[in-house]
């Protein structure tokens, strides 16, 4: 029974041909067992991937007193004959790059040096909602703003389904009155608008919730979490075009995490001077990115007015009328 011993994705595969009609569909032959078929398996690895001066080692039966000590091994044992070999080739390990404690960046590109000195003073506290897809992502932009300011005014909460069982804390945060959460729609207020002209009413700090992750991961989020529709929804009326270019946007107002952040914070903080500090490690990481090979990314709102959306368009009647409304609507 001619046979092929295979490595197909780091692992080793056999497969069996077999010229007799009386096959099974997956090729192997009625009444050979499987014994033998691990006993040929194990001669034909021992011939061809050990070599040769080791075959005829202890640790390897000889072609003499081959066939009887296989008739007495059983197939496990034939199974870990064959790997065995396998398995003490060396491993290289690779190490992972030193890492700064405190931008989060490999030392060698580290961000520290554009970082403020000493964290900004802030009465507001943060909450970011992250879905659990942006925490493997290379380029974020959460570790810098956490960076920015003090211990306790940056949450970082993970997760996909948010319940008051399971995160009380949060639960807490999103029935606080002075809890607002950051996510634009035709409910939204304008956050310019919703500012006390009272500073003492102003000193007392808000809490604003921010949703991390791509669009569509943060609508899932807030339409999925009723705990998120509790606290008063609010958007930013700002034209800033978004300065991550190193990452596609739908439209040229969409922004990073980061930069709702700086925004936010520089609004309700009145206080402009937060949002150049904010965003001045954002601006070194891109520009460290373009200039080791990083191509700027045009939103898809400027790709499909200036003709350079090269991607088939979507079947989805619904996209394509989201699509035409990036094109067509002034007022995204």
Same mark, same amino acid.
């Given at each position: 029974?001619?046979?092929?011993?295979?490595?197909?994705?780091?692992?080793?595969?056999?497969?069996?041909?077999?010229?007799?009609?009386?096959?099974?569909?997956?090729?192997?032959?009625?009444?050979?067992?499987?014994?033998?078929?691990?006993?040929?398996?194990?001669?034909?690895?021992?011939?061809?991937?050990?070599?040769?001066?080791?075959?005829?080692?202890?640790?390897?039966?000889?072609?003499?007193?081959?066939?009887?000590?296989?008739?007495?091994?059983?197939?496990?044992?034939?199974?870990?004959?064959?790997?065995?070999?396998?398995?003490?080739?060396?491993v290289e390990v690779c190490e992972r790059r030193p890492t700064c404690l405190r931008c989060g960046r490999p030392q060698k590109v580290c961000l520290c040096p554009f970082l403020p000195v000493h964290p900004l003073e802030v009465?507001?506290?943060?909450?970011?909602?992250?879905?659990?897809? @942006?925490?493997? &992502?290379?380029?974020?932009?959460? %570790? /810098?703003? =956490?960076? #920015?300011?003090?211990?306790?005014?940056?949450?970082?909460?993970?997760?996909?389904?948010?319940?008051?069982?399971?995160?009380?804390?949060?639960?807490?945060?999103?029935?606080?009155?002075?809890?607002?959460?950051?996510?634009?729609?035709?409910?939204?207020?304008?956050?310019?608008?919703?500012?006390?002209?009272?500073?003492?009413?102003?000193?007392?700090?808000?809490?604003?919730?921010?949703?991390?992750?791509?669009?569509?991961?943060?609508?899932?989020?807030?339409?999925?979490?009723?705990?998120?529709?509790?606290?008063?929804?609010?958007?930013?009326?700002?034209?800033?075009?978004?300065?991550?270019?190193?990452?596609?946007?739908?439209?040229?107002?969409?922004?990073?995490?980061?930069?709702?952040?700086?925004?936010?914070?520089?609004?309700?903080?009145?206080? @402009?001077?937060? &949002?150049?500090?904010?965003?001045? %490690? /954002?601006? =070194?990481? #891109?520009t460290f990115q373009l200039q080791h090979g990083a191509q700027v990314h045009h939103s898809k709102e400027h790709l499909l007015r200036n003709g350079l959306y090269d991607r088939p368009m979507p079947k989805n009647k619904r996209?394509?009328?989201?699509?035409?409304?990036?094109?067509?609507?002034?007022?995204?």
């Amino acid at each position: 029974m001619p046979f092929t011993l295979l490595h197909h994705d780091g692992r080793w595969q056999h497969r069996v041909h077999c010229n007799s009609p009386a096959t099974h569909s997956d090729g192997v032959e009625v009444g050979v067992s499987r014994p033998r078929r691990m006993r040929e398996i194990q001669a034909f690895a021992m011939e061809d991937c050990i070599p040769s001066e080791d075959r005829r080692s202890p640790a390897f039966c000889d072609h003499e007193n081959h066939s009887d000590f296989c008739e007495e091994s059983s197939p496990e044992d034939a199974e870990m004959d064959v790997f065995g070999g396998l398995a003490a080739l060396p491993v290289e390990v690779c190490e992972r790059r030193p890492t700064c404690l405190r931008c989060g960046r490999p030392q060698k590109v580290c961000l520290c040096p554009f970082l403020p000195v000493h964290p900004l003073e802030v009465s507001t506290c943060l909450y970011i909602v992250q879905h659990p897809a @942006e925490e493997s &992502r290379v380029l974020r932009t959460v %570790p /810098l703003l =956490a960076a #920015c300011l003090p211990s306790g005014k940056c949450n970082v909460i993970v997760g996909r389904r948010f319940s008051e069982e399971r995160y009380p804390d949060l639960a807490a945060v999103c029935r606080d009155p002075r809890t607002l959460i950051m996510y634009p729609g035709p409910g939204a207020q304008n956050l310019e608008e919703l500012l006390p002209s009272d500073p003492e009413a102003r000193s007392l700090g808000y809490n604003v919730i921010l949703i991390d992750g791509t669009w569509s991961q943060a609508k899932d989020l807030f339409l999925r979490n009723d705990l998120l529709h509790l606290p008063k929804q609010v958007q930013l009326s700002s034209t800033l075009s978004s300065q991550y270019v190193i990452r596609t946007q739908p439209t040229n107002i969409c922004l990073s995490t980061l930069e709702c952040a700086a925004l936010t914070l520089s609004t309700l903080e009145r206080k @402009e001077s937060i &949002r150049e500090v904010l965003l001045r %490690p /954002l601006n =070194a990481l #891109c520009t460290f990115q373009l200039q080791h090979g990083a191509q700027v990314h045009h939103s898809k709102e400027h790709l499909l007015r200036n003709g350079l959306y090269d991607r088939p368009m979507p079947k989805n009647k619904r996209k394509i009328k989201r699509m035409e409304k990036l094109v067509t609507d002034q007022n995204i």
